[in-house]
């Protein structure tokens, strides 16, 4: 199974900074991989799908990039509806996986 | 607007069956990829099955494989996950998800729980 490093696990950041979150990949998947926020009601949200490309209606302070096997989400300017947490996910190979998340929190 | 209605959760005992149901509207069901996805109580995400849209298709992880079966019901725009011989590690928040054009989990419900426990 392809395991999914996600880092960090919790970050404290304010209103307005920059923040990058990272997957690295334990084996090649080639950009096959998404960017999911989950809200604390639960509601979960896709952000970024290959990678880099934006799904339909999330603002452009949202960013996804690729370095080798290591993915980052960055969000250029945070704002409060962005404390949440983040997972990436992989869906080059069965069985599809996930990171262990990131919380991001208001400082 | 995409709307995936998750029910079906509840308490059972290890060994246990229960059968999950997502209610699909907003889209034409029969159109679409489907999977279920579990979040455990320390929050991993985990992927639990997948169904093509004509349901010919189910490929499930190891965890899972012949204790859950995925089915769907096109006509009534319904998802399904068969669940036996639960154990106690199956304890998590269920969601479904609606795949978009080969890339999985573009939409997603809220959730039903499923709690195994003696």
């Known amino acids: 199974d392809i395991q999914m490093t996600q880092s960090p696990s919790s970050l404290s950041a304010s209103l307005g900074e920059r923040v990058s979150l990272t997957c690295r990949a334990s084996?090649?998947?080639?950009?096959?991989l998404s960017w999911l926020q989950q809200k604390p009601d639960g509601t979960i949200k896709r952000l970024i799908y290959?990678?880099?490309t934006l799904d339909s209606g999330v603002p452009k302070r949202f960013s996804g990039s690729r370095s080798g096997s290591d993915y980052s989400l960055t969000i250029s300017s945070l704002e409060s509806e962005d404390f949440a947490d983040y997972y990436c996910?992989?869906?080059?190979?069965?069985?599809?996986?996930f990171g262990g998340g990131t919380k991001l929190e208001i400082k | 607007e995409v709307q995936l209605v998750e029910s079906g959760g509840g308490l059972v005992k290890p060994g246990g069956s229960l059968k999950l149901s997502c209610a699909a509207s907003?889209?034409?069901?029969?159109?679409?990829?489907m999977s279920w996805v579990r979040q455990t109580p320390e929050k991993r995400l985990e992927w639990v099955a997948y169904?093509?849209?004509?349901?010919?298709?189910?490929y499930y992880p190891d965890t899972v494989k012949g204790r859950f079966t995925i089915s769907r019901d096109n006509a009534k725009n319904t998802l399904y996950l068969q669940m036996s011989s639960l154990k106690s590690e199956d304890t998590a928040m269920y969601y479904c998800?609606?795949?978009?054009?080969?890339?999985?989990?573009?939409?997603w419900g809220q959730g039903t729980l499923v709690t195994v426990s003696a």
């Open positions: 169904i093509s849209s004509g349901g010919g298709s189910t």
């Open positions: 996910l992989q869906y080059a190979s069965y069985p599809w996986t």
């Open positions: 907003g889209f034409a069901f029969s159109s679409y990829d």
């Open positions: 998800a609606r795949h978009d054009s080969g890339y999985p989990f573009a939409y």
């Open positions: 084996q090649e998947i080639s950009g096959y």
């Open positions: 290959a990678a880099s």
